[in-house]
């Protein structure tokens, strides 16, 4: 059985929510809301059509992916993550399937490029590399400031501070907020 015959891909739906959270709380270190990638999210609605569940055949969740925008200077980029698997789904391939899907979305809707925070060994596979003069709001070690084009010449001369969506009123190429609980 294919990656995609055994889990179902789909948006992530408002109903969604808690239980994604509860996944990350799963899968990532107390305090992972502290991380600085965690302020640029604050106050800022995720990119809805990126931002995926996986279910099992019993509609059990398996894995996610939320991926938000965000501005290095005054240009548009998505930030990747987090991307999650159960611990009991790990190692079948699922991680790469939500990066790959989530990131072919992005291509769909124009977004030009992508970064992350993250090992580089692991994400070079999805063509994810080291960023040169894109700096994350610390403490954010250089090394693991990824980033991938989504288009050609995506990050050409794309240089600066990585910093919250908004502050310099640009517009988001083709997207809508993916929907929160109320």
Request: net charge positive; with cysteine; glycine share 12%.
């Amino acid at each position: 059985m294919g990656q995609g015959d055994a889990y179902r891909l789909a948006e992530e739906a408002p109903a969604d929510w808690w239980e994604v959270e509860a996944l990350y709380d799963t899968c990532f270190a107390p305090g992972r809301t502290a991380l600085s990638s965690y302020r640029l999210r604050d106050g800022v609605a995720p990119v809805g059509p990126l931002c995926l569940t996986a279910r099992d055949g019993e509609g059990v969740l398996a894995g996610a992916i939320r991926v938000w925008p965000a501005q290095v200077g005054s240009r548009p980029v998505l930030l990747v993550g987090p991307v999650a698997v159960h611990p009991t789904r790990q190692g079948e391939g699922l991680g790469a399937l939500l990066i790959f899907r989530s990131m072919q979305a992005a291509r769909r809707l124009f977004w030009p490029r992508a970064m992350l925070v993250g090992d580089y060994p692991y994400y070079r596979r999805f063509g994810f590399r080291r960023l040169e003069g894109v700096e994350m709001p610390p403490p954010t070690n250089p090394e693991r400031v990824l980033g991938i084009e989504l288009a050609p010449g995506g990050w050409v001369g794309v240089t600066g501070a990585v910093t919250k969506w908004g502050s310099a009123g640009i517009a988001v190429p083709a997207a809508r907020p993916a929907p929160r609980p109320d």
